[in-house]
């Protein structure tokens, strides 16, 4: 029984003391005057991002030149020579509406087996558009061609180049 009563008494006497806590800025008051606490407060920007990129390209259409056809006597066939695509870069132009800085990054998948996609750059960085004229927002252009394998059809489905747009955050 005096164990219990012993329990309910430091229960009771736990319940009612004061617990003092400091805080990281204190001071001591003795009650003569108040005590004044300063209050500030911080600002953060909430502009929000917004992607605005145009890209502009020259029609991706290339020439396979298949060389000149020689007839071989012997196997009664023709063989070629100075087979070669045309050199004939197109252009891909990249134009930075953002108001923050973008990275343009370019790939080029091929659907015909050994043709290569080559550009000048794959890689296509723009500062901010904030601050300048719409007919002077930043832009930068690149140049593709192809080369490789051959194709022996008019319209062949060569591949896609996708241009993948993000913030440039430096």
């Known amino acids: 029984m005096k164990n219990k009563f012993a329990i309910i008494a430091a229960l009771v006497l736990a319940s009612t003391s004061v617990v003092t806590?400091?805080?990281?800025?204190?001071?001591?008051?003795?009650?003569?005057?108040?005590?004044?606490?300063?209050?500030?407060?911080?600002?953060?920007?909430?502009?929000?991002?917004?992607?605005?990129?145009?890209?502009?390209?020259?029609?991706?259409?290339?020439?396979?030149?298949?060389?000149h056809k020689v007839w071989n006597p012997e196997t009664h066939s023709y063989t070629t020579e100075s087979a070669c695509w045309w050199d004939e870069p197109k252009e891909i132009t990249v134009t930075n509406h953002s108001n923050s800085a973008i990275?343009?990054?370019?790939?080029?998948?091929?659907?015909?087996?050994?043709?290569?996609?080559?550009?000048?750059?794959?890689?296509?960085?723009?500062?901010?558009?904030?601050g300048t004229a719409v007919d002077a927002a930043p832009k930068d252009s690149t140049y593709f061609s192809v080369s490789g394998a051959g194709i022996e059809t008019n319209n062949t489905d060569l591949g896609t180049i996708t241009v993948t747009i993000s913030e440039d955050v430096q």
């Open 21 to 67: 806590a400091y805080a990281v800025n204190s001071e001591k008051n003795d009650g003569s005057e108040p005590t004044n606490i300063k209050v500030t407060g911080s600002y953060i920007d909430s502009k929000s991002t917004t992607m605005s990129v145009d890209v502009e390209w020259e029609e991706m259409n290339f020439t396979y030149f298949g060389g």
């Open 103 to 130: 990275k343009a990054q370019l790939n080029f998948a091929s659907k015909v087996e050994g043709l290569n996609g080559m550009f000048y750059e794959d890689v296509i960085l723009l500062e901010t558009a904030e």
